[in-house]
């Protein structure tokens, strides 16, 4: 049984950072890209970035381009998005995702999700 587990939201203030974590259990973690997705009140659920198996290649919405940085360890089994300098409207849930990363960030892409972790930026 596949386990996608996100770790690391909060609250911060408008212009901090956060850092989210991600695990993924019951797949070969080294065989898959991990995405990163969020989803904020009353809007749709959106592409943030992702990285492949290898950690390689990297895409980002243009939206967090310069302030996010995902990284992925995979001896740790572990996916990073580190973001900075955030903004009010990206108050979300944000989603950590296994499957497949290219440069436009489709959910459709991918085939593990977890439950989310919920991200607060205060103004």
């Known amino acids: 049984q596949v386990q996608v587990v996100e770790s690391g939201g909060g609250l911060v203030q408008a212009g901090g950072s956060l850092r989210l974590s991600c695990t993924a259990s019951?797949?070969?973690?080294?065989?898959?890209?991990m995405g990163w997705f969020r989803q904020a009140p009353g809007k749709e659920r959106e592409g943030v970035s992702c990285?492949?198996?290898?950690?390689?290649?990297?895409a980002y919405a243009d939206s967090v381009k310069g302030r996010f940085t995902i990284s992925k360890d995979n001896a740790k089994k572990m996916a990073y998005l580190q973001m900075n300098r955030l903004k009010p409207e990206e108050t979300a849930l944000y989603y950590c995702?296994?499957?497949?990363?290219?440069?436009?960030?489709?959910?459709?892409?991918?085939?593990?999700w977890g439950q989310g972790t919920q991200g607060t930026v205060s103004s």
């Open positions: 019951g797949l070969t973690f080294d065989d898959y890209a």
């Open positions: 990285i492949t198996w290898s950690g390689s290649s990297t």
């Open positions: 995702a296994a499957g497949s990363c290219y440069k436009e960030i489709n959910q459709d892409d991918y085939s593990y």
